[in-house]
């Protein structure tokens, strides 16, 4: 009885939605993290490596579609761990949600969920792709010893 009313209570508090200022942003801050995938650059705020154990909030990751930044994702966090992910679709909707504990998969959404380790994004500082040339094979070459992931 005991073991089951606190497996639901960690489910409750996993599920539960986290309430930040930057969970709602529309648009990356000018301090988000750059990566790219599939030759577009991804931005992410706040970067990895300054969200420490007792961060409370969301990790935001946003692409620029025909000049307008569209979500792709929200990683909900909890003391530093991620708690719960959401995928958006190309209208900013919930696609599907994922839940975590323990640093582990605590609910699946169709076999879409990504593994606890891929969650929080690592990045490039700010203006490292965005201020690099395309090369010929259509993605960003790095141009600044300055561009380190963090």
Sequence with gaps: ??????????????????????????????????????????????????????????????????????????????????????SLNINGEIAFCCNYAGRRLSTDSDGRCQGYQRLKVKTFAPDCYSKSAVNRSGYYSLSSADCVVE
């Design 1 to 86: 009885m005991t073991l089951t009313v606190l497996l639901n209570l960690q489910l409750l508090l996993a599920t539960t939605v986290i309430s930040s200022d930057n969970c709602t942003m529309s648009q990356p801050p000018a301090e988000a993290g750059e990566t790219q995938a599939h030759g577009d650059i991804l931005y992410t705020y706040p970067r990895s490596h300054t969200s420490d154990s007792v961060y409370d909030g969301c990790q935001n990751q946003w692409f620029l579609d025909e000049g307008k930044f569209r979500k792709l994702n929200i990683a909900h966090l909890r003391n530093g761990e991620v708690v719960s992910y959401d």
